[in-house]
């Protein structure tokens, strides 16, 4: 696609249900990332992808958040039993080799 | 832990030149400088890299000191729109990027 597309936009749940978000990355592009951006700080690494192969999870906060890209392309980031703390906007970005990023317009999510 | 240092915050005029300053004395020989905005709630937009080379694109012009100790975006005709959150990152290609506090640019009429 022409862009990073994320779904879904928001998503509002209750404490101790499952969730999945999802990254749709630019075709072609090799590396595929995950971030999360509490209001009015910067984005936080999670994890990142390159290929199908997951090169760096040591942003996950703690083992109820995992992530996947199976094919190499669509990513899944799935957080278990989730708490109110995990309340944040969820931003994926992906890059082709040696360049930059390209952000998606990021899933708000809501844990009430 | 971010390896950049920038103001918290920063006014400019409109029409006038903004000059955003950055520190990363820590800098390794590989490291490129990138520069992302995020307008309020959108997500972070590239706006330019260097390694060690001034680079120009059509949004911006990226000044990169002799030692790569520091450098300077510069938007030559600050618009309203350019109000946002600029981000200095230094990185290796390939691995993740660490974005600090940011300094956040007022264009003012």
């Known amino acids: 696609g022409a862009g990073v597309s994320q779904s879904p936009r928001y998503k509002v749940t209750k404490r101790g249900q499952d969730v999945a978000l999802r990254c749709d990355p630019i075709s072609g592009h090799v590396s595929l990332y995950w971030y999360r951006q509490a209001l009015g700080q910067g984005p936080e690494f999670l994890t990142y992808f390159n290929y199908e192969a997951q090169q760096d999870k040591s942003g996950l906060p703690n083992d109820r958040f995992s992530a996947e890209r199976p094919e190499g392309s669509i990513s899944t980031l799935t957080i278990q039993r989730t708490e109110q703390r995990d309340s944040a906007m969820y931003r994926c970005?992906?890059?082709?080799?040696?360049?930059?990023?390209?952000f998606g317009s990021g899933t708000r999510l809501t844990v009430v | 832990d971010a390896k950049t240092t920038q103001p918290p915050s920063m006014d400019c005029a409109e029409g006038r030149a903004a000059n955003l300053p950055c520190n990363h004395s820590?800098?390794?020989?590989?490291?490129?400088v990138y520069w992302y905005r995020q307008i309020h709630s959108q997500g972070p937009q590239y706006i330019i890299h260097?390694?060690?080379n001034n680079e120009t694109n059509e949004m911006a012009s990226l000044i990169i000191t002799e030692d790569r100790k520091s450098s300077t975006l510069i938007l030559p005709h600050a618009t309203l729109r350019d109000t946002a959150v600029y981000y200095c990152i230094v990185n290796n290609y390939g691995q993740n990027f660490v974005f600090g506090p940011g300094t956040r640019l007022s264009v003012l009429p």
């Open positions: 260097g390694l060690k």
């Open positions: 820590t800098i390794s020989g590989n490291e490129y």
């Open positions: 970005a992906s890059a082709p080799p040696a360049y930059g990023y390209t």
